[in-house]
C-alpha cells in the first residue's frame, strides 16, 4: 500500500456553465472536443468504477486502504454527475451527445457489468479482478492526464474557458490525488505471484487500445455533430498534433510512456504526477472553495 499524505474525501462543487461557449478554447475546435470526450465517456465510467469498488468492498481488510476506497467512491460519484451537466449544457447549444453516450451506457452497465457478458463462464470473483485490474489501468492515465492539465500553461494563454478550466484542474487534482488508490485496492483483492501481475499487464494491454479508440471516436462524433462546424471540419491526426505543439493537448510519447512505467513489477502509482501541485490547486479551486 501507498503512504498517503491527505485523507481522500469527496468536495462539494458548483460549476456555471450559462457563459461557457461551445468552443470553450477559443479557435480551437479541435482541442476543445478532445477535452469534450471526457464529459461523454466519464458519466456512465465513474459509475462503473462506483459500483465495482462497491462490490470489493467486503474484502477490505486494510483499515486505511477500505478508508480510501470510500474516498475514492465518492470522489468519482461527484465527477461522474459534474461531467453529466457538461452534457446539459452541450445539448442546449445544439450539441446532442445522446447517440454516442448510448453506447458508453452499454460497455459499462452491459459488457462490464456485475455478471461477465454473453454468458461467458468466468468465475465472479474472477470477473471482479480483472474489472478492478482494467480501472487500476485507466487511473494510470487518468492520473498522467490530471498532472498534465494543471501544469498546461498554454490553455491559460489561449484563454480557455475559466469555468470548464476550473473543472478539468479539480478533476485532475482529484485524480493525482487518489492515484494509488485503484492500484493498491486490486493489488489487496487480485491474488498473488506471478498471476495478479499478468492479470495487470494484460488488463493495460487491453485498456490501452481500447480507450484510444474510444477517444478518436468520441472526437470524431463530437466535430461531426457541432453545429457552429456544420460539416466544414473533420477530426484529424494533422490538426490533433497542431494542437499538441501549441501545448493545448498532452503529447503522445507522455501519454504512451504511461503504459512501460506500468508494466514494471515494482510499479506503484504514488510515482505519478506532483501531490503538491495537486492539492495546491485544490486549496484555490474557485468550484471548491465556493461551496467549502
Known sequence: ????????????????????????????????HVFNVLHLLLPAGERWFVKVFREGLPLVRDPE???????????????????????DHLKAQQLDTAEFTKYADFLFERLLGERPPLGLPIPQPEWLRWRLATIAAIEQFTAVLGDW???????DRAKADEVMLDLLRWHGAEEVEHRAVAFDMYQHCGGRGM?????????MAVTAPA??????????????????????????????????????LPAWRELGAAIPRYFQRSYHPSREGSMSRAVEYLRRSPAATATA
Open 1 to 32: 500500500m501507498s503512504d498517503h499524505r491527505y485523507a481522500i474525501t469527496p468536495r462539494r462543487v458548483s460549476f456555471d456553465w450559462t457563459r461557457t461557449p461551445l468552443h470553450w478554447i477559443p479557435g480551437e475546435p479541435t482541442a476543445t
Open 65 to 87: 486502504l477500505r478508508s480510501d476506497v470510500k474516498g475514492f467512491m465518492g470522489q468519482e460519484a461527484t465527477h461522474s454527475v459534474q461531467h453529466a451537466q457538461v452534457l
Open 149 to 155: 492539465v494543471l501544469a498546461a500553461d498554454a490553455l
Open 211 to 248: 480507450m484510444l479508440y474510444l477517444w478518436a471516436w468520441g472526437t470524431a462524433y463530437l466535430i461531426r455533430h457541432d453545429p457552429q462546424l456544420a460539416g466544414r471540419l473533420r477530426y484529424s491526426l494533422t490538426e490533433h498534433n497542431t494542437a499538441v505543439r501549441k501545448g493545448l
Open 195 to 203: 498471476p495478479r501481475y499478468a492479470r495487470r499487464l494484460a488488463a
